[in-house]
């Protein structure tokens, strides 16, 4: 038998098979519910990102504040108030505290704090020696230098970054005109 004769097969062996049938290619394309599920996933980071970033931003002003009131002495006491001003400035709207002076400006001061803490600091029960003192009319004792120190330090680590809630609160009776 030759080569070329068992090559080819007699058309009564061919086996009746049926034609092979492939499933679609997959489709890589999403659904609207696919798209509207990935867009609020990347809203969500944003958010997240947004929101860690300025948590961050608002302890780094605190740090920074907390770092420049250790470098200043309890006898710096001008020096520690204007801190105290900075501070609240970077922290709460201009037209709330630029109008504030005396009295009413210690009671704002002590309002920022969290209810359960206001009773820790004495700002506006010393307001008249604390005036007298800022203006340069008469000095602070020792005492009193030292007391004034704790409170900004306390006042810095306790009322700051300012919570929401708190930060809306009026101050309507505190202002002078």
Same mark, same amino acid.
């Given at each position: 038998m030759s080569l070329s *004769?068992? =090559? =080819?097969a007699p058309a009564s062996n061919v086996l009746p098979l049926a034609d092979i049938h492939l499933p679609q290619a997959p489709s890589w394309g999403l659904s609207l519910t696919g798209y509207g599920a990935i867009v609020c996933v990347l809203l969500l980071v944003i958010a997240v990102v947004w929101f860690i970033r300025r948590k961050r931003q608002q302890g780094t002003l605190k740090r920074l504040a907390l770092k420049q009131l250790a470098q200043l002495t309890p006898q710096q006491t001008s020096d520690i108030a204007r801190l105290l001003k900075q501070s609240a400035l970077s922290h709460f709207p201009r037209e709330r505290i630029a109008s504030l002076h005396g009295l009413a400006w210690w009671h704002f001061v002590e309002q920022q704090l969290p209810v359960k803490k206001q009773a820790n600091v004495h700002f506006s029960s010393r307001s008249d020696i604390l005036e007298l003192a800022l203006y340069g009319q008469q000095a602070l004792s020792e005492t009193n230098q030292q007391r004034f120190y704790d409170d900004v330090r306390y006042w /810095? *680590?306790?009322? /700051?970054p300012v919570k929401k809630v708190i930060a809306t609160t009026s101050t309507k009776g505190h202002q002078h005109a």
């Open positions: *004769s068992t =090559q =080819q /810095l *680590s306790h009322a /700051l």
